[in-house]
């Protein structure tokens, strides 16, 4: 309960600090690309920040090859799914509007020959490349349960009785389980986690780069997740998550509090100047 406490007071702090944002449009681009480049950076993807400007600066040049569209594609993927929960007529936080993100999360490059935008059809596994069923790391559930756990976990995204924090956390680990994907579920997951806080109005823009803690702590991260599946340690990961959390938010907090400190400095030195001038 302290740790979720200090979560909440450092996400609250974050969207009020973002939604006074002299240019919220700015730092919110940049945030969801650093968010983009750590979250597929988790999976293996090899490239930077500088490559995903240059490819968008220049409408997309295919030699930058397929990292950087991934990407790329992980941008677009939120801000379709942010849009569509600020539409009226847009489909809910729902399996629906899931499989639409993870559509465009692989629209193109690796992974897009894998069933996008569809649950799967057939049994999958985790492990190293090229190792066997016998030999995998984890075993998501067969597909008919799989079917069923979605439906369940769907239901659960529409109840308010756990704090949000704790409900984004549980979330993020049973579609990690489930697995309903062919390919992408660990950015699938992750891009939940920030549907999720915005659905809830936590956050009003996607300015918590989580991403950031769980490529640090990746060894952790995937640790935490197995004790739950292996041993049902819930609270062990839940407190890792919100630790996350917290860490992520004072970050982002902090550069925030940096943009406003260099408007009002910018402010008071065209005052100056224009007292000067008279």
């Not at 600020?86 to 993100?101: F, I, K």
């Not at 465009?104 to 985790?126: C, P, V, Y």
Request: net charge negative; hydrophobic share 45%; glycine share 8%.
């Amino acid at each position: 309960m302290t740790r979720l406490s200090a979560a909440d007071v450092a996400v609250g702090r974050l969207d009020g600090l973002a939604r006074a944002l002299p240019d919220v449009d700015l730092f919110l681009a940049m945030y969801v690309r650093q968010e983009a480049l750590l979250s597929s950076q988790i999976e293996g993807t090899e490239c930077t920040l500088d490559d995903v400007l240059a490819f968008e600066l220049q409408d997309g040049v295919p030699e930058v090859g397929v990292d950087v569209g991934e990407v790329v594609n992980y941008v677009a993927a939120l801000s379709y799914g942010i849009a569509n929960l600020n539409t009226m007529d847009g489909p809910p936080l729902c399996n629906r509007l899931l499989r639409d993100v993870h559509a465009t999360l692989l629209r193109s490059g690796r992974g897009a020959d894998k069933a996008a935008g569809e649950f799967r059809t057939t049994q999958n596994w985790i492990g190293p490349p090229g190792c066997t069923l016998a030999e995998a790391r984890f075993v998501p559930p067969p597909v008919h349960v799989m079917q069923l756990a979605m439906s369940d976990l769907e239901r659960y995204l529409r109840d308010t009785t756990f704090p949000v924090l704790v409900s984004a956390a549980l979330a993020h680990a049973q579609f990690k389980t489930v697995h309903p994907f062919v390919d992408g579920n660990g950015r699938a997951g992750r891009l939940l986690v920030l549907l999720l806080l915005h659905d809830r109005n936590v956050l009003g823009q996607p300015v918590l780069c989580l991403s950031t803690f769980l490529k640090k702590n990746r060894e952790a991260y995937f640790e935490r997740l197995t004790a739950v599946r292996e041993d049902g340690d819930w609270e062990g990961w839940v407190g890792f998550f919100l630790d996350g959390v917290l860490e992520s938010a004072e970050i982002a907090a902090g550069t925030a509090g940096r943009v406003h400190q260099l408007r009002e400095e910018d402010r008071r030195r065209v005052s100056a100047g224009r007292g000067a001038a008279r």
